[in-house]
């Protein structure tokens, strides 16, 4: 929402007739009834105060006697797409969406999901590799072209795009690029715009995008073909345009539990022990998004990987921001991954 969130914040104490203010001047029509630590006790809407009056409330009485008490929410780890089902199956113009802790993050209005804010912006999805570690799978398919619920991923990740408001789309081909171009072709059957980076030899995360158009002039979002998130792309490019980068980078926070009692030591002598340590770090999420200026740190014809564009970058004093990312995310590129995806992803996409 283009609003900002506190706009929609009323105490349990205020005056109804105070909070009627904050329903007739936001769009959503609607006020969040919240404590001081903006944790959601209630909503109240027109409705709510109507049937109050009806029943001898006065527009004195505080918004606590009056607010809903049980009302419907989301939180943000939710797939939009299921969160879209629901609204209109129960006809709800907006739905509060609170983190693990009930705080509230954001109010979704049902108009502005279904007519998502159009972004020019391009979207370039790396589609070349060969997936090896995805083999015998990748034997004749190329990786972002394995079904996940009977669609290829690649597909998934362009009507995710879709979704957020996106268009103009550019793809990385290499090994198998036939089948790809060929299920594809120029986009029109999703309604978009789809060209085609033609890799003669694999050139890398980065490396591809020195065949973009020289014509680029506003960032663009740059996808592994092989990801499946419900990060919604049209926010992190506001947090890019937020925090003034040339870069962002998507991380992830992952776990790794050390399966034996680790041993710590000072020169010969016993320090310590610390059984089954859990050690916790911000991986690559295969999402970032890059300003067209970076294009010009790249060196022609040569293989180059993200990670070596960003610090080239940060080495002439661009900035590179790191968004961390709560939604679901999953990297598939092996045999489990891919299997986990089957599980999780088929689920998340029943209503």
Request: aromatic fraction near 6%; include cysteine; charge should be negative.
């Amino acid at each position: 929402m283009t609003t900002e969130i506190v706009d929609f914040f009323v105490a349990p104490d205020l005056s109804i007739q105070d909070a009627m203010k904050v329903i007739d001047q936001g769009a959503a029509q609607i006020a969040l009834v919240v404590d001081d630590d903006q944790r959601l006790l209630g909503t109240l809407t027109d409705g709510d105060i109507r049937r109050g009056l009806l029943h001898g409330a006065s527009l004195d009485s505080p918004v606590h006697q009056l607010m809903n008490h049980k009302f419907r929410f989301v939180r943000s780890s939710d797939n939009q797409g299921v969160i879209l089902e629901m609204m209109r199956r129960e006809v709800l113009g907006q739905i509060p969406v609170l983190d693990e802790d009930g705080l509230v993050v954001e109010l979704l209005l049902l108009q502005e999901l279904l007519n998502p804010q159009k972004l020019d912006n391009s979207v370039v999805i790396m589609a070349g590799g060969k997936g090896t570690r995805l083999r015998p799978y990748t034997e004749n398919c190329p990786k972002p072209m394995i079904p996940v619920g009977g669609r290829p991923m690649l597909e998934i990740l362009l009507e995710k795009c879709i979704a957020d408001g996106f268009s103009d789309f550019y793809f990385s081909v290499n090994y198998l690029k036939e089948q790809i171009i060929e299920h594809f072709a120029d986009g029109a059957r999703w309604g978009v715009s789809i060209r085609y980076l033609i890799e003669n030899e694999p050139l890398g995360t980065a490396g591809s995008l020195q065949l973009l158009p020289v014509s680029l002039t506003k960032p663009f979002l740059v996808l592994n073909g092989d990801v499946l998130t419900r990060l919604d792309f049209s926010h992190l490019l506001n947090f890019h345009t937020e925090h003034r980068a040339q870069a962002s980078l998507c991380v992830r926070e992952q776990e790794l539990t050390v399966p034996f009692g680790v041993v710590q030591t000072k020169g010969i002598e016993l320090a310590g022990f610390e059984e089954k340590p859990t050690y916790r770090h911000q991986v690559n999420a295969g999402v970032y998004v890059i300003d067209p200026q970076l294009l010009t740190l790249l060196p022609p014809n040569q293989f180059t990987d993200m990670p070596s564009l960003l610090k080239a970058a940060q080495e002439v004093g661009h900035r590179v921001a790191v968004c961390p990312i709560h939604e679901y995310w999953l990297d598939v590129g092996r045999p489990e991954t891919l299997q986990q995806a089957h599980r999780e992803w088929c689920v998340q996409e029943e209503p």
